[in-house]
């Protein structure tokens, strides 16, 4: 048995589970599911956080909160014309271009309803229209319904979520394509952290914490830790990555497949940096222990921004997985990648001891 068995499956088995942002009760579910045998407590919130507790071995070691989300980017139906096709709406930053041409899957009370993003035929496309991406409004998803009474007897109706229906596939080199890596491998990556400890239990007290709302606005984080007792917090997440024909290495610097991301801040609008006395930690343990990874800033936003302003302040940053074609249906990603942010995080958290401190001064 070596550190990583079942982190992959562990991997497969969570996109499986389809939770757009603001219907993320299925997550709820399997994060809880999945995690119970290796804490001590396990409760959702009511704004949908999960929280397991696991004890150290020593109450005066720090208290850390490893956070991944639940969420992931998807679609809403907007309305069903008479005809029965469905007009939609993006659920976070979906990749406008990926979309049309694709399977997609209506999550409806009663089940999924799989449909296909209509578009126009190529014979009659105008050379101005072949080479333009329509507006998420003027796209429109065929179920087969012939009415809209059809449709809704289906159980599509307004307001229903819609994720992506691809199948997740392996390429060649350890590299893994599937929607919603984004935030699945984090998720599976402090599940599977868990895990570990549950055997051997380190000195600090560690919170997984499964948060809501990421991709929307970083929303559930803005009150995860709250309630907790804690020294530090780190989010695990995905980002994206660069080296690929169409990205310019002036706007992206990370690489699938050479190692966890620890980023020093966050460019969104505006360069936002994280707590450099988590992130040194982190850096530290990967230095020391010659395991692969990547230092720099990423684009993107994620939930330790939001988590550095609960109450007075805890200290987060961001430790994460380099992805191709962020938010797309396709999202790549090394598994050596994933291995290494778990190898890095478990051996931080398991060196903590009591005179730690993240001060700043
Ligand atoms: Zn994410």
Redesign the pocket.
Known sequence: MSEKDGLLELFYRLVEVQAPSGFEEPMMKAFINEIKPFVDEVHGTPRGNVIATQNGSDSKAPKVALVA?LDQIGFIVFNVDALGFIRFRKIGGSVTRAIQGQHLQILTEEGPVVGVVGLKPGHITTPAEANTIPQIEEMYIDIGALSRDEAEAMGVRNGVPITYATSTVNLANGLVASPSV??RA?CAAIIHIAKTFSKRRPKATVYYIGSVE??IGLRGAATCIYDLDVDMAVAV???PAGYQPDVNMRDLYYEVGKGAGLHVGEQGDRVRIQSQQVHRWLRKTAEAHNIPHQVGIMR?G??SMEMMQTRSGVPAATI?IPRRYSHSPVEVFADSDLENLVKIVTIAIKELSPGFTTKRV
């Open positions: 989300h984004d935030d984090g990421e991709e997440d995905t980002f993107g994620t939930d994460g």
